[in-house]
């Protein structure tokens, strides 16, 4: 089982920056293969924002690439997903999730809520 929480989310104003922290504790969670990064707008569908793998190998919507950076600290158990140049419609609930061995259904954490004013 892996347990998964965000952290840093918050209102800011756009153009600004913003780590999002995903730590995950729980008897596999130094096994996690894959952690995602997910943005939810209110009224849509969940979507994927960034992924990296064990191994540091990242993947980015074409949406993120530019502004978006994901990284991990593979012996903390954290993932991040770093924000640049945040504009309104990156508003949203950012949700982490992880995968141990390349699981089919992974762990999601809560989520963390970011608001951007322009």
């Known amino acids: 089982q892996v347990q998964l929480m965000e952290s840093g989310g918050g209102e800011v104003q756009a153009g600004g920056s913003l780590r999002l922290s995903c730590e995950a504790s729980g008897p596999l969670n130094k096994r996690i293969s894959n952690w995602e990064w997910y943005h939810q707008s209110p009224g849509l569908e969940r979507e994927l924002v960034a992924s990296?793998?064990?191994?540091?190998?990242?993947n980015y919507a074409d949406f993120a690439e530019g502004r978006f950076t994901v990284f991990r600290e593979v012996v903390n158990a954290i993932s991040y997903l770093q924000i640049y140049n945040l504009k309104p419609e990156d508003t949203g609930v950012y949700y982490c999730a992880a995968r141990v061995g390349g699981s089919l259904f992974p762990f999601w954490g809560q989520g963390t809520q970011v608001t951007v004013s322009s």
């Open positions: 990296i793998t064990s191994s540091g190998n990242t």
